[in-house]
């Protein structure tokens, strides 16, 4: 069965960086869309950014300029740089894999970031 696994998360002050990784198993890891979701407290699950299997990305608005998401097919992980943190970003990721034709989605544990002074 599909597996994600997170890490990486932790407590930053506004202004540092943080890097979220996501080992995957269970798939034909290149064929797949790979993102990275976020909810915050009291708040609906949004998406931060997406690598889809030809290598496009999309990013969230809040996070233009400042995140960026890669991609390792040989050693199925998936990464989130994240730079010039700030409180806002606040929040559970979650690693999400879509199958090819994007009907099925499959989600990680969820990592806490935490950004704070």
């Known amino acids: 069965q599909v597996q994600l696994v997170e890490s990486g998360g932790g407590l930053v002050e506004p202004g540092e960086s943080l890097t979220l990784s996501c080992a995957a198993s269970?798939?034909?890891?290149?064929?797949?869309?790979l993102g990275w979701y976020r909810q915050a407290p009291g708040k609906q699950r949004e998406m931060v950014a997406e690598?889809?299997?030809?290598?496009?990305?999309t990013f969230a608005d809040s996070v233009k300029d400042r995140f960026t998401i890669s991609r390792d097919n040989a050693a199925k992980t998936v990464t989130l740089q994240m730079n010039n943190l700030k409180s806002e970003d606040t929040a559970v990721y979650y690693c999400?894999?879509?199958?090819?034709?994007?009907?099925?989605?499959?989600w990680g544990q969820g990592t806490q970031v935490t950004v704070s002074s």
């Open positions: 999400n894999v879509q199958t090819p034709n994007r009907i099925r989605n499959f």
């Open positions: 269970g798939l034909t890891f290149n064929a797949y869309h």
């Open positions: 690598i889809t299997s030809n290598g496009s990305t």
